[in-house]
């Protein structure tokens, strides 16, 4: 079996920004999927930086990304989440990478070295790119 993989904002800025590990992220982007709240960070980390709109959605655009929209049950398995990862420093970004990776069976792809603490319990493989 293929492996899947979800990308974390973290992922997809260091792809867009050319850092360390962005070609391990071209290497998964067609077995990948990003959750609508993680494009959504990712669209405001470029806004802030200066960023126009036009800009950051010609560049997100041309990754042909695959986009899972944030409905109900991923909100609920999202939420779930939260108290197995207290004390880890997670934001709602994070979570929604992290559920959307358990629903698909998926590997989630982050530049947070935090997420190598995470619970084996929580059944998410987490990698770091760099």
């Given at each position: 079996?293929?492996?899947?993989?979800?990308?974390?904002?973290?992922?997809?800025?260091?792809?867009?920004?050319?850092?360390q590990?962005?070609?391990?992220?071209?290497?998964?982007?067609?077995?990948?999927?990003?959750?609508?709240?993680?494009?959504?960070?990712?669209?405001?980390?470029?806004?802030?930086?200066?960023?126009?709109?036009?800009?950051?959605?010609?560049?997100?655009?041309?990754?042909?990304?695959?986009?899972?929209?944030?409905?109900?049950?991923?909100?609920?398995?999202?939420?779930?989440?939260?108290?197995?990862?207290?004390g880890?420093?997670?934001?709602?970004?994070?979570?929604?990478?992290?559920?959307?990776?358990?629903?698909?069976?998926?590997?989630?792809?982050?530049?947070?070295?935090?997420?190598?603490?995470?619970?084996?319990?929580?059944?998410?493989?987490?990698?770091?790119?760099r």
């Amino acid at each position: 079996m293929t492996e899947a993989f979800v990308l974390d904002a973290s992922a997809l800025l260091c792809l867009l920004k050319g850092e360390q590990g962005a070609d391990r992220v071209i290497a998964c982007l067609p077995r990948a999927w990003v959750c609508a709240v993680n494009l959504t960070e990712v669209y405001a980390k470029l806004a802030y930086a200066g960023g126009t709109e036009s800009r950051i959605a010609q560049a997100i655009g041309g990754l042909y990304l695959r986009v899972e929209a944030f409905d109900d049950a991923h909100a609920r398995s999202a939420g779930m989440l939260r108290p197995m990862t207290k004390g880890f420093g997670l934001s709602l970004g994070d979570h929604a990478c992290l559920a959307l990776a358990r629903h698909r069976g998926a590997i989630a792809l982050t530049t947070d070295r935090g997420w190598t603490e995470l619970p084996d319990t929580l059944g998410i493989t987490v990698k770091l790119l760099r």
